[in-house]
């Protein structure tokens, strides 16, 4: 049962309160079954699509909306695979022209091999898509000075990543998200490189907003406990963040009362 920190703990993001902080991705997993169910077990309130890669339109193949309700899970489109603003924004409109989604996530790639943003090409993207009308939620680099430009150039969310997308290594930069978190009322959720649950429960406790996951979940050996430990990881790490831990000390502080002793 959720203890009453959590109840009154909302996750806002554009205006919208989404009940889970774990947001999901629809990539990589066997089927689009196996996916569904990682979904429904992860507890997630939101899925990512890549516009570009999943079917959503093709009605003689297997569409994603068959496994996965967009009326009660919402789909955030975002722009796998897009290495330049001008194919990222073609996505995002065909998205919004298709689906009418405007909560999108932007991904602009630097190269293929190590997966960065370009943070250039993200930039300039964000500000057009703004302008538009659109949501939306960046992935970035863990540069609290690039962050801070996007939430200027109108971001809805910051989305910087823990390590490589799909390295599974975990958050390799505390200080900078300590430092975006301090600096942003923006939504802050850590996107790509987590490997297992504590690494959400490490985000979480740094004081991050959510987390997104795909690759953890979708290749792990048992998908479906993955998915469930993240939900769970979650929930810990958020509460935890929520209770304020204890100042660290150096020296050893006794747990019982020293009056009394016999």
Not at 58 to 68: F, Q
Not at 144 to 159: D, S, T
Not at 215 to 235: H, Q, R, S
Request: hydrophobic fraction near 40%; charged fraction near 25%.
């Amino acid at each position: 049962m959720e203890e009453v920190s959590l109840k009154k703990d909302k996750f806002i993001i554009a205006g919208r309160n989404f009940k889970s902080r774990l947001i999901v991705g629809t990539g990589k997993y066997k089927s689009m079954s196996q996916c569904a169910k990682a979904v429904k077990l992860s507890g997630a309130s939101i899925v990512t699509v890549a516009v570009r890669r999943v079917n959503i339109t093709d009605k003689k193949k297997a569409l994603l909306m068959d496994y996965i309700d967009p009326k009660k899970i919402t789909y955030l489109p975002n722009t796998a695979g897009c290495f330049n603003s001008k194919d990222a924004l073609r996505t995002l409109r065909l998205a919004r022209e298709i689906g009418g989604w405007k909560l999108v996530k932007l991904e602009v790639l630097g190269d293929k091999k190590n997966l960065f943003p370009e943070m250039i090409e993200t930039l300039k993207s964000t500000e057009v898509l703004s302008n538009e009308g659109f949501k939306v939620m960046v992935y970035c680099n863990d540069d609290p000075l690039m962050a801070k430009r996007l939430e200027n150039a109108g971001a809805c969310a910051i989305m910087p990543l823990a390590a490589p997308i799909g390295s599974g290594l975990g958050i390799q930069n505390q200080t900078n998200i300590k430092i975006i978190r301090r600096q942003t009322k923006l939504p802050l959720i850590i996107d790509a490189g987590l490997g297992q649950a504590s690494d959400a429960t490490i985000a979480m406790e740094l004081g991050c907003d959510g987390v997104l996951v795909n690759t953890a979940i979708a290749k792990a050996t048992k998908p479906f406990d993955m998915a469930l430990a993240f939900k769970n990881a979650v929930i810990a790490g958020r509460q935890s963040y929520l209770s304020g831990r204890i100042q660290k000390n150096l020296m050893g502080s006794a747990s019982s009362p020293s009056r009394g002793i016999i």
